[in-house]
């Protein structure tokens, strides 16, 4: 069974930064799709960055030039750089992935880690 695990988060202050990792393991045969969304209490979860396997990485607004994305395929491993943070950022992150176990495509998240930013 695949699972998806996620570390890095913590307490930062204002203008500092995080990395974020989401390894996964279990019986993968492929990857595509890999992200990270944030979610704060009584608001949706939101995207945050997300690439596509040999394709391009794409922000959202909020955090383009400060937060990049990034993954190492051998590892099975997706990463946050969150840089200059901002109390805004304050929230659980979750990593998500597309992966392929032998013909079938699913969708996997992590547990979520918190992330806050001290003003």
């Known amino acids: 069974q695949v699972q998806l695990v996620e570390s890095g988060g913590g307490m930062v202050q204002t203008g500092g930064s995080l990395r974020l990792s989401c390894a996964a393991s279990?019986?993968?045969?492929?990857?595509?799709?890999m992200a990270w969304y944030r979610q704060t209490p009584g608001k949706q979860r939101e995207l945050v960055a997300h690439?596509?396997?040999?394709?391009?990485?794409d922000y959202q607004d909020s955090v383009k030039g400060r937060f990049t994305i990034s993954r190492d395929s051998a590892k099975n491993t997706v990463y946050l750089q969150m840089n200059s943070l901002k109390p805004e950022d304050t929230a659980v992150y979750y990593c998500?992935?597309?992966?392929?176990?032998?013909?079938?495509?699913?969708?996997?998240w992590g547990q979520g880690t918190q992330v806050t930013v001290s003003s």
């Open positions: 998500y992935m597309r992966i392929r176990e032998v013909a079938v495509w699913s969708d996997y």
């Open positions: 690439q596509t396997a040999g394709g391009p990485s």
């Open positions: 279990g019986r993968i045969f492929e990857t595509n799709r």
